[in-house]
Nanobody
C-alpha cells in the first residue's frame, strides 16, 4: 500500500503565503504524476496543480502566477508554494499521486487525508 501524508496547512491572512508538502511512503516502485486538488464547502473537488515525473507542470487558471508546484523525486515528495493567497483559496487541499508498487502492476491513484487552508480577509 502507498500512503500520502500532507502537512503545511493553516490559517493565513489574505496576501500571505503557505507551503504545503506531501510525502509518499510504502511499497513504491515509481511515482508518475503528482498533484494537488482542493475542495471548498459545497463545491466539487478541483485540480489546483499537477506535475509529471519529468517536471512538466499544469495549473488551474485561478492560481496561475500565484502557486508553484514542485517535487523531489528522491524523497517521493510534492510541494505547493502558495503566494498572494485570497479568501477564495480557502478549502481542504488534497495530495494526489499515481504510483506503481511494482513494474508488473499498473499505476494506481492515491489520495492524502487532506489539509485545511483558511485565508481570512
Amino acid at each position: 500500500q502507498v500512503q500520502l501524508v500532507e502537512s503545511g496547512g493553516g490559517l493565513v491572512q489574505a496576501g500571505g503565503s503557505l507551503r504545503l508538502s506531501c510525502g509518499a511512503s510504502g511499497r513504491i516502485s515509481r511515482i508518475n504524476d503528482m498533484g494537488w486538488y482542493r475542495q471548498a464547502p459545497g463545491k466539487q473537488r478541483e485540480l489546483v496543480a499537477a506535475i509529471t515525473s519529468g517536471g512538466t507542470t499544469n495549473y488551474a487558471d485561478s492560481v496561475k502566477g500565484r502557486f508553484t508546484i514542485s517535487r523531489d523525486n528522491a524523497k517521493n515528495t510534492v510541494y505547493l508554494q502558495m503566494n498572494s493567497l485570497k479568501p477564495e483559496d480557502t478549502a481542504v487541499y488534497y495530495c494526489n499521486a499515481w504510483a506503481l508498487q511494482s513494474i508488473w502492476l499498473p499505476p494506481r491513484e492515491y489520495w492524502g487525508q487532506g489539509t485545511q487552508v483558511t485565508v481570512s480577509s
